[in-house]
């Protein structure tokens, strides 16, 4: 295994050679398996073991004997232990997904704290196998089907092609010891399920499963390379046709019928191709979108894509942290709303005098101070909320407003209010309300100003 595992090295991941490398190790034999066969080839090694406390006392001794292990070769060890269950109640995530997070997060602190240059991951082809099995199960484009990647950046599985019986078998003869985690063997975990239900069936069936599944998967990899290359030129096509354009580093838009003249082809495959890497499967939803109303929405765990007129809207879902109400009182000199600072400067006024100007833009108001009753208060706007917008007559609808100004979606999502007394004073970065402008008769102003 040792002369195979060069070749590995040699053929696919020669970059390795001379590098400092962190193995995550659990104590499992994938990973004792990887850290003395990398030991042995004398390559710069340091181990990375996260203790998640989910088993107990085993969750202990596998510390222990990672941290034994480390001391026995003379190698460096870094030891972390979290409250995954804490963690993941918090973020509202599984368990599972708690420890990965924690896990890829902590080895990606460590390799740069202590200036490492891989991160090495002891993934098998079984694991493959068996992921490959899951994402078919629940439905995936041709990304899904291609197992577990052998380098993703900083991530290196240089054991990704041998199967888990082959590993053993170098651990026996060996005589290497490993820790077994006895939660492998709980079958209401889905990949368990899998790996001792599914997988023992389809062998049967076909006893070099392993083998011809590793050739699939060398094929369906192809694939999908040809599949990346087409996508990275429409991608570089959609921006230089204006199909595709980020703006403000806040959304991409896409011009639908630019989009549904580039993909008419084949528009399902290509909005898979598009959309999947921000987390849409249901590619239906996005077809049907194309030609949906104004405003409608679908999901994914970490983006929506809002219809808006002519356009597809791409944003990143992100938790509202900002205070939804904010109080300014007479005396403020400034205030904050997200990462916009505010100025804020009251002055005696006359507006006869030679040198005094009316300043109102979209960044600058100024308005007569004794018309304002303090606090003032900078909050969303509201359905409902209607101003008197300054050089029109009458009143207007934010709504009808916003509609006459052409915002988008994302756009009114992010307006704030000025009001005194709940009268709107400003419609932020926008236009300022009549009611309170400078007159003949203002003896006082307040002129607030976006740095």
Same mark, same amino acid.
């Given at each position: 295994?040792?002369? =195979? ?45 996260? @203790? ?7 969750? &202990?001794?596998?510390?222990? !004997?990672?941290?034994?292990? %480390?001391?026995? +070769? ?32 902590? !080895? ?8 490492? &240059? ?13 992921? /490959? ?40 003869? @060996?005589?290497?010891?490993?820790? =077994? ?31 011809? /599944? ?29 199909? =595709?354009?980020?703006? &403000? ?58 219809? &808006?007129? %002519? ?5 990143? @879902? ?8 904010? =109080? ?11 990462? +916009? ?8 006024? @006359? ?84 009611? /309170? ?15």
């Amino acid at each position: 295994m040792i002369k =195979e595992f060069e070749h590995i090295i040699q053929n696919n991941f020669t970059f390795l050679k001379g590098k400092k490398l962190l193995i995550a190790i659990s104590g499992g034999i994938d990973s004792v398996v990887l850290t003395y066969i990398l030991h042995q080839l004398k390559f710069n090694i340091s181990l990375a073991h996260c @203790n998640f406390h989910l088993r107990g006392i085993d969750s &202990d001794s596998d510390q222990q !004997f990672v941290s034994k292990m %480390a001391s026995a +070769l003379n190698i460096p060890c870094y030891i972390m232990h979290f409250d995954t269950k804490e963690y993941a109640k918090n973020h509202k995530l599984s368990i599972q997904e708690a420890a990965r997070k924690l896990r890829y997060e902590w !080895f990606e602190k460590i390799r740069q704290e202590q200036q490492l &240059d891989y991160i090495l991951t002891a993934h098998n082809l079984n694991d493959s196998l068996e992921t /490959f099995l899951i994402n078919l199960s629940r439905g995936t484009g041709l990304k899904g089907l291609t197992g577990i990647n052998n380098i993703n950046k900083k991530i290196i599985r240089p054991l990704s092609s041998f199967s888990r019986a082959e590993i053993l078998t170098f651990a026996h003869k @060996n005589k290497i010891d490993w820790r =077994e985690d006895k939660s492998n063997a709980n079958t209401k975990y889905t990949r368990n399920k899998i790996r001792h239900q599914v997988i023992p069936v389809l062998q049967e069936i076909n006893p070099n499963l392993l083998e011809t /599944f590793k050739q699939t998967l060398e094929n369906l990899q192809g694939s999908e390379d040809i599949v990346r290359d087409t996508v990275k030129r429409l991608r570089v096509e959609n921006i230089e046709k204006r199909i =595709e354009r980020k703006e &403000d580093g806040k959304q991409t838009s896409f011009n639908i019928q630019l989009l549904n003249q580039q993909i008419k082809t084949n528009p399902k495959a290509y909005l898979h191709e598009i959309f999947s890497p921000y987390g849409f499967h249901n590619i239906t939803d996005i077809e049907q979108l194309l030609t949906a109303q104004s405003g409608k929405q679908v999901f994914s765990k970490t983006h929506r894509l809002i219809k &808006d007129r %002519a356009f597809l809207l791409l944003v990143e @879902n992100r938790e509202e942290k900002t205070v939804q109400r904010i =109080e300014i009182s007479e005396n403020d000199e400034k205030f904050n709303i997200q990462n +916009l600072q505010f100025t804020i400067q009251h002055s005696p006024f @006359n507006i006869h005098h030679s040198t005094t100007t009316i300043r109102h833009s979209k960044f600058n108001i100024q308005i007569d101070k004794d018309l304002l009753k303090f606090p003032l208060i900078v909050r969303k706007w509201q359905k409902g909320d209607y101003f008197y917008p300054i050089g029109m007559t009458g009143k207007k609808k934010l709504s009808k407003y916003f509609k006459d100004e052409k915002l988008s979606l994302i756009q009114k999502e992010n307006i704030w209010l000025l009001l005194s007394d709940d009268k709107i004073v400003w419609v932020i970065g926008m236009r300022q309300d009549n009611r /309170f402008k400078i007159t003949k008769t203002t003896k006082n102003s307040t002129e607030i100003t976006i740095l």
